[in-house]
């Protein structure tokens, strides 16, 4: 096979498809099952396919060479730095997976009679009450899948709070510093978003959400800290303007490990919140899941609760249904068990005070980050930020280098970018956390590989313009593939290992 990397042996992976060859299989089952002579004899014509379903044909190996290639392709925490800003990358540790695995809770099966899982609902239970604790919520449930699906169980208990106060209003309003998902977790529950501005230093001014704030307003959503790592100091004056009024607040707790164990949202009078276990709890984050997206309520909110609860009954833990203000189920059986195993050992093990250090190093990571970089790239907002810390391309803007090609160049020394173009609030965002989970020696590395662009920047703009160099495929088209995305293949009469495939128009149609 004709090799691609830079040095050392590394395969050109074509598409399966590429690799599928007519009448090529890697199974041997028989045609049939049981005493049915013939598949599919029992299954209604019209449910039937006329032509078999157009899937690559190749033999087993090559399915297992082809995924496992492509596996060593990814990044990943446990190869190495991941400074994504608002997304909160942290390692997560292996005693979790351990207890994850125990077999009385990994073969539960979760059609289980509550008598033989009792284990199982004590452990909900407990790590709701725990989670309640830390936040200052008078109740948790643990049902939502992620942080977006708790964002709208939470926005779906705030609609049916006004539902029952015989006024369900319209409006929530959302900071231009919230998170993406905000305002499209607000629609999603019926409500139409108004945007409301920070003020010059990044904190939400409570003259705007006093101007904003009237009758038909539901919520505000706001993300604390926010987007730019800032805490929004007025939070309390906030909260009071929105219930003097009716409205709720609701607080995106994506950014907790910034606050866990120093301050609780529900004593600042935020009266719902998500959590995300994958972020501030340290479960397995990315890869398309799972999450996990307990909500937190205040008593005002708890009649609402989705459908099953658990409760203590004496000694016995039960599922409780009988509950006709919820809003109902929001997810099959429970919730992602798995991960909230993971979150209940991550916060056993560092009790009360390990929690708060947790924070405290999450805090002091990201201000190292700004103080080495400070005076390399530009800080729309000079002063100390929390969890995360917000950087911009502005004072490369004479050299033609953008935010884009520091992040492209960032692979180059072995560092996967940090987020991008995020909060839009700034123009060529660089948004980066680097988690209490990496030690001083890693970041001295990354602010150092940092440095080095910028000063490359200003000497040889081009050799960053073009990065990555020295990955087994240059810089892809990105806005191409989101604008132009390749759905269906069709097979092409070109040879899938032609020699000029790396840049070659892509040899696939839609």
């Known amino acids: 096979m004709e090799s691609s990397g830079r040095s050392g042996l590394s395969h050109a992976e074509p598409l399966l498809f590429e690799r599928s060859v007519p009448g090529r299989h890697g199974h041997s089952l028989p045609r049939s099952f049981g005493d049915t002579p013939q598949a599919g004899a029992d299954i209604p014509a019209a449910l039937l396919r006329s032509a078999p379903p157009e899937l690559p044909e190749v033999d087993e190996p090559s399915v297992v060479r082809h995924f496992t290639r492509l596996s060593t392709w990814n990044h990943g925490l446990d190869l190495g730095f991941y400074p994504l800003g608002s997304c909160t990358m942290k390692y997560n540790p292996r005693v979790n997976e351990r207890v994850a695995r125990l077999d009385g809770f990994a073969r539960l099966h979760p059609y289980a009679p509550e008598e033989h899982a009792q284990g199982a609902l004590g452990l909900m239970y407990e790590l709701a009450r725990l989670l309640a604790e830390i936040s200052g ?16 169980t939470g926005m779906k208990m705030v609609r049916a ?111 719902v919140m998500q959590f995300n276990l994958h972020k501030t709890f340290a479960t397995p984050h990315g890869g398309g899941g799972p999450g996990s997206g307990p909500v937190g309520v205040c008593a005002a909110l708890e009649p609402f609760l989705p459908v099953p609860v658990v409760e203590k009954v ?130 001295d590395e990354f602010i150092a590989a940092m440095q080095a662009i910028a000063a490359e920047a200003r000497t040889a703009p081009e050799q960053v313009k073009g990065a990555p160099h020295r990955t087994i495929l240059g810089r892809l088209d990105e806005v191409r593939a989101a604008r132009q995305p390749v759905l269906r293949w069709r097979a092409s009469q070109s040879s899938p290992h032609a020699p000029e495939a790396k840049s070659a128009e892509p040899r696939r149609t839609c």
């Open 314 to 443: 004496g000694e016995r833990y039960t599922l409780a249904s009988d509950r006709p203000r919820s809003i109902g189920r929001m997810k099959g059986f429970y919730g992602n068990f798995a991960v909230m195993l993971r979150a209940y050992a991550y916060v056993r093990e560092l009790g009360a005070e390990g929690l708060k250090r947790s924070t405290e190093m999450a805090v002091l990571n990201a201000n190292y980050v700004r103080a080495g970089l400070e005076g390399t790239y530009h800080l729309p907002y000079p002063r100390r930020s929390l969890h995360e810390v917000i950087f911009s391309d502005h004072d490369l803007e004479a050299t033609g280098v953008t935010t884009m090609d520091v992040a492209k160049r960032l692979i180059d020394h072995g560092f996967h970018p940090p987020t991008v173009y995020f909060p839009l609030v700034v123009h060529g965002a660089i948004m980066i956390e680097p988690t209490e989970s990496e030690s001083v020696q890693t970041l």
């Open 137 to 152: 919520f008078a109740r948790v449930t643990l049902q939502p899948a992620a942080g977006a699906h708790g964002e709208l």
């Open 161 to 271: 709070y006004h539902v029952s106060r015989g006024r369900p209003r319209s409006k929530v309003l959302v900071p231009d510093t919230a998170h993406g998902t905000n305002p499209a977790s607000s629609t999603l529950a019926g409500y139409d978003v108004v945007e409301v501005h920070s003020g010059p230093d990044g904190i939400l001014e409570p003259a705007a959400v006093a101007a904003a704030m009237d009758e038909d307003v539901a919520a505000l959503m706001m993300t604390n800290p926010n987007t730019l790592g800032l805490f929004e100091q007025h939070v309390g004056e906030i909260a009071r303007i929105l219930h003097e009024r009716g409205g709720l607040l609701y607080c995106d707790g994506a950014n907790l490990n910034s606050l866990m164990g120093i301050a609780r949202p529900g004593d600042m009078g935020v009266d």
